[in-house]
């Protein structure tokens, strides 16, 4: 009889902690899915974006165009970095140091001056002189054109869709322009560079006398990089802040806590930029953390063809097959359910080009064979036609890529630059 009630006791006991312990579970796992409550942004445009895999977490207007500001600085650095020695030395032009529309900020550099590309880079990011953009745009193209050309490229090749550099600050003008989500591709590219983010988390730097000023400290703009400041977040990587009269407040911060590194971007804000960004970057880490991105985040780092440990990432066939539309843009998902990412699709509505994020492109795209090729809205190449842009005529060819150099098929001639002559 004694052994009878000792084991009802026991199994009571069991059955208790059973129980405890699959409500621990149900707590836990609830807390793992269940994403945070999305961000109040009072800014115009904004993304927090996952810099491992690039996908956006949250989205306001996210491919839609303002002007940046000088949060563009961020593409001048990365180009910089990638074709300068830093050590070079800068001449600073006469065109570089007036060609400046009024109330710009400037380090007061005149022709003659020099700095070092290194110390160029502080005054570039730090002080956001807009002279010393120019100065750093001649010193790696021989002009601002020139350069701003570079910019575009780079811009293509880092899959952004709705971007246009016309300089190397940022300073207004109409044919300058990119989007929230752009941006962010290009703040992860940018901060992906030890040097960038090693100057760009400096707070102060002391510059050489120049002809109109002694040796002076300049200090780091973004305020939410200061310990001593209460806007600072920690864990900042890097940033750039913007603002001009058409622009409003731009503010691009990159941010890594636990192994996660967010990219936050602010556009067309009306003093709201630091709250934004705090927003963004807490509801990112909230997210990242809570799991709910996880299935996404191995679906595009495993999709495109890896093995996982569970084998190859399956869609079901019947639903989820040939394009399919997010926030983001369109994507496609191949008969065998993995993403087309990074390749060329061949359609019986022409070619596409799925970019290494695994979104459709649209616009134009600079490739490795050295040719530009133009995507319609639909994405589809096109090809033995003529497209208008920024006032500008060029012509696709027979596969797709611009003409340059040559006489059209319907006798028009095309310069260097693939425009037509007129």
């Known amino acids: 009889m004694e052994m009878s009630v000792r084991k009802i006791r026991w199994r009571r006991m069991a059955a208790v902690a059973l129980v405890l312990c699959l409500m621990c579970q149900t707590a836990v796992y609830a807390d793992s899915v269940n994403p945070p409550a999305e961000p109040a942004i009072q800014a115009q445009g904004a993304v927090v974006m996952d810099a491992a895999s690039g996908q956006i977490l949250y989205g306001k207007n996210a491919n839609t165009q303002y002007y940046p500001a000088s949060i563009t600085k961020l593409m001048t650095a990365l180009l910089v970095i990638e074709r300068c020695n830093l050590d070079d030395m800068v001449t600073f032009s006469k065109t570089a140091t007036t060609n400046l529309e009024a109330g710009a900020v400037s380090l007061g550099m005149t022709e003659g001056d020099t700095l070092t590309v290194r110390q160029c880079l502080y005054a570039l990011l730090l002080k956001s002189a807009n002279e010393v953009g120019n100065a750093l745009a001649e010193h ?80 780091m703009g973004h305020k939410m990089m200061y310990p001593t400041d209460s806007r600072y977040y920690e864990g900042i990587i890097g940033g750039k802040t913007g603002y001009t009269s058409k622009a409003g407040n731009t503010l691009v911060t990159g941010a890594e806590r636990n192994g996660v590194r967010l990219i936050a971007v602010v556009m067309k804000a009306n003093g709201t930029h630091y709250t934004d960004t705090k927003a963004l970057l807490d509801y990112g880490f909230a997210k990242m953390s809570s799991g709910a991105v996880q299935q996404v985040q191995q679906v595009q780092q495993e999709g495109p ?33 993995n993403f087309a990412a990074g390749e060329w699709l061949n359609l019986e509505s022409g070619y596409y080009w799925m970019e290494p994020s695994g979104y459709m492109a649209t616009g134009w795209r600079f490739f490795d064979d050295g040719n530009w090729y133009y995507f319609s809205s639909s994405g589809a190449m096109e090809v033995n036609r003529w497209e208008q842009d920024n006032g500008k005529w060029f012509y696709l060819g027979g596969n797709g890529a611009m003409l340059k150099d040559t006489v059209t098929p319907d006798g028009y001639i095309l310069g260097s630059d693939g425009a037509w002559i007129q």
């Open 140 to 219: 790696v193209a021989g002009s601002v054109a020139a350069f701003a050309d570079l910019m575009n490229q780079k811009a293509a090749a880092l899959g952004c869709t709705g971007t246009h550099f016309a300089n190397p600050h940022g300073l207004n003008d109409p044919n300058h322009y990119t989007t929230p989500r752009d941006m962010a591709l290009i703040a992860r590219a940018a901060f992906q560079s030890d040097v960038l983010r090693q100057i760009d988390t400096t707070l102060s730097y002391q510059l050489p006398a120049t002809k109109n000023s002694k040796a002076r400290t300049i200090t």
């Open 305 to 337: 063809g890896a093995d996982s440990a569970a084998g190859q990432a399956q869609v079901p066939a019947a639903q989820n097959t040939g394009w399919q539309l997010d926030n983001n843009g369109w994507y496609y998902i191949k008969s065998d359910g």
